[in-house]
């Protein structure tokens, strides 16, 4: 096999690999649902939110800790910036995606888009890897370095600037470290070259 076809190979393998692993994490394992929590009475939660949302579907902070009016004077800004400070230290707290009304919920699409999602990734790593001379265990490495890289990136400033719960940065971190160990057990078959010893 030539040197696209097996990037092609182990790209499209990996990627199905990941997907399933991805699949498994989210509907077996249950790592994540674990750390969901439950409004006490959802239909009142439900309707505030419907009558009070202003621009649609979107992503809504509590506070909102926009600024000051334009007209304001320089006390007033410095009272408006106390008061939302004073709010945001003692809540709550929201970071929420809200959709206020109907939508259509596709899993079949959802599911491909996953899988798409995947197979780029999957070409992208594969495309970094077959710069590299690396024995099997260190290709393993590499590609899992890159899920732990994603997580870091992604996850990590959730926490850092919108409080998301430490235990779940840390089970999406891992989720990612363990979905490109077993990727990059697949992709390391197909891609990247032994390195070879200098005369």
């Known amino acids: 096999m030539n040197f696209m076809g097996k990037i092609i190979l182990g790209a499209v393998l990996t ?20 750390g969901f929590r439950a409004f006490r009475d959802e239909s009142k939660v439900a309707e505030v ?4 949302v202003t621009s649609g579907h979107g992503i809504y902070l509590l506070p909102a800790m926009g600024d000051a ?29 809200i959709r206020p ?43 899992a370095a890159a899920g732990l890289f994603a997580g870091l990136t992604a996850d990590l400033p959730m926490w850092i600037w919108f409080e998301n719960p430490g235990r779940d940065a840390v089970v999406n971190i891992a989720d990612h470290l363990i979905a490109w160990i077993i990727g990059g057990s697949v992709l390391g078959i197909f891609v990247g070259k032994d390195p070879v010893a200098e005369p």
């Not at 690999?17 to 989210?26: G, L, P």
């Not at 939110?49 to 009070?52: D, P, R, T, V």
């Not at 910036?81 to 709010?87: L, N, T």
Request: net charge positive.
């Open 49 to 52: 939110i419907k009558a009070n």
């Open 101 to 143: 009304g109907k939508g259509e919920v596709s899993m079949g699409m959802n599911m491909t888009l996953s899988f798409i999602r995947c197979l780029i990734c999957a070409f992208l790593i594969a495309g970094l890897l077959s710069q590299a001379a690396l024995l099997y265990p260190a290709r393993i490495a590499f590609v």
């Open 15 to 34: 990627a199905m690999t990941v997907f399933v692993w991805e699949a498994v994490s989210w509907t077996a394992i249950g790592w994540h649902q674990n």
């Open 69 to 97: 009016p334009k007209i304001a004077t320089a006390e007033e800004k410095m009272a408006f910036e106390a008061q939302q400070q004073k709010a945001l230290k003692n809540g709550p707290y929201m970071y929420a995606v």
